[in-house]
């Protein structure tokens, strides 16, 4: 099962810093952990699974506060990379010793944790494209090889031993941190320009695919498990086998089009994956989901990129649109999930629809102009 993801990471460049393959993976990892957490805590600490996906929302809440901060307030310096580290080896490892209660605000310093990391990351192939290009793919290779390992430390040991090997995982990069350059020059900082209408209209369009997104596939796995009847492993191998179909689209080169395409694509499997409680259907949804967002999302980036008169700023404006959209989008599920699963499906699925709608008309009037 692993030689598919093995043969593609052997791809990858090697001056690309092994620091930033690690780090990339370590959050992968994390974030693979979530839809896998939900219903196992639900199970553990007799919550309900709307309220349970709140770890989520803060762990990505941390993420976005930190990721969008750490670069105003520090430069990137091995020390403010140790104490990133070590302080996801602390919310990780007090995570599994808790509560519910006192877990939510760990998750949130463990996003904090996983936010810095990454910043300090991209900060070593910021503006190198085929750089870039090779790290996309680290997330869907490791997903698929961590999901069914998660799946079964959650099934054998339960939600608190995961943390702890959450919490062992954020020393790997400290063993890479010498193969980072972290003196990077400090750059005087540039006026910046607001978006065309175009742009911020397509932002827009971004958080929304988000939004929807993430509240049906953060609640997957419980759909799969408790709404379909399928074991946590079998769950499990669903996923890596949506990540297994996300590496071809994440490694693809060259032109990308049809963002409205691929969107309304991957709207049509949510509403699958949640909304018809068939075990084929839930597989081939989720396949089928792994291939067409990565052939969306770049195409949308491509698309935002030919209609601002300074990409370079909505550049990161795209990762802070989207990062709020992933924040909302398991409050939005959580509640319509305890409403009904087949609910979630459609709503989500809707929002996803709307912003497929969006990319499509900007398309056509960027074609006609």
């Given at each position: 099962m692993f030689q598919t993801p093995l043969r593609a990471l052997a791809t990858l460049r090697p001056n690309v810093p092994a620091v930033v393959l690690v780090a990339s993976a370590v959050s992968t990892v994390v974030f693979t952990s979530t839809p896998f957490l939900i219903p196992g805590l639900a199970d553990s600490e007799g919550v309900a699974v709307g309220r349970v996906g709140l770890i989520s929302t803060l762990q990505l809440g941390g993420f976005v506060v930190s990721s969008w901060g750490a670069g105003r307030l520090f430069r990137p310096r091995r020390s403010v990379m140790v104490a990133a580290i070590l302080l996801g080896l602390v919310a990780n490892v007090a995570s599994g010793l808790v509560g519910f209660s006192a877990l939510l605000p760990l998750r949130f310093l463990a996003g904090i944790s996983l936010g810095t990391i990454a910043w300090i990351s991209w900060s070593e192939v910021f503006g190198d494209d085929d750089r870039t290009g090779d790290i996309a793919v680290i997330g869907p290779v490791v997903g698929s090889i961590a999901s069914p390992i998660v799946a079964s430390v959650i099934d054998v040991s339960g939600p608190g031993?995961?943390?702890?090997?959450?919490?062992?995982?954020?020393?790997?990069?400290?063993?890479?941190?010498?193969?980072?350059?972290?003196?990077?020059?400090?750059?005087?900082?540039?006026?910046?320009?607001?978006?065309?209408?175009?742009?911020?209209?397509?932002?827009?369009?971004?958080?929304?695919?988000?939004?929807?997104?993430?509240?049906?596939?953060?609640?997957?796995?419980?759909?799969?498990?408790?709404?379909?009847?399928?074991?946590?492993?079998?769950?499990?191998?669903?996923?890596?086998?949506?990540?297994?179909?996300?590496?071809?689209?994440?490694?693809?080169?060259?032109?990308?089009?049809?963002?409205?395409?691929?969107?309304?694509?991957?709207?049509?499997?949510?509403?699958?994956?949640?909304?018809?409680?068939?075990?084929?259907?839930?597989?081939?949804?989720?396949?089928?989901?792994?291939?067409?967002?990565?052939?969306?999302?770049?195409?949308?980036?491509?698309?935002?990129?030919?209609?601002?008169?300074?990409?370079?700023?909505?550049?990161?404006?795209?990762?802070?649109?989207?990062?709020?959209?992933?924040?909302?989008?398991?409050?939005?599920?959580?509640?319509?999930?305890?409403?009904?699963?087949?609910?979630?499906?459609?709503?989500?699925?809707?929002?996803?629809?709307?912003?497929?709608?969006?990319?499509?008309?900007?398309?056509?009037?960027?074609?006609?102009e």
């Open positions: 031993r995961l943390f702890f090997l959450l919490g062992a995982l954020h020393l790997l990069p400290l063993a890479f941190i010498r193969t980072a350059r972290f003196a990077a020059p400090h750059r005087p900082r540039s006026e910046r320009h607001r978006p065309a209408p175009a742009a911020l209209v397509l932002l827009l369009a971004l958080g929304l695919l988000t939004l929807g997104g993430n509240s049906v596939f953060v609640f997957a796995g419980a759909v799969g498990a408790g709404d379909i009847g399928l074991s946590p492993i079998a769950v499990a191998f669903v996923f890596s086998l949506n990540s297994l179909a996300s590496i071809p689209s994440a490694r693809r080169r060259g032109p990308h089009r049809h963002a409205g395409f691929w969107t309304g694509v991957t709207a049509a499997m949510a509403v699958l994956v949640a909304a018809v409680h068939h075990p084929v259907v839930f597989v081939l949804a989720l396949v089928v989901w792994g291939f067409a967002f990565w052939m969306g999302v770049p195409a949308a980036f491509a698309l935002l990129a030919r209609n601002s008169r300074y990409p370079a700023e909505r550049a990161g404006d795209s990762q802070a649109y989207m990062a709020l959209g992933r924040v909302v989008g398991p409050l939005v599920g959580g509640a319509l999930y305890e409403l009904h699963p087949t609910l979630l499906g459609v709503v989500g699925g809707g929002v996803m629809a709307l912003a497929a709608l969006t990319f499509s008309i900007v398309d056509r009037r960027t074609i006609a």
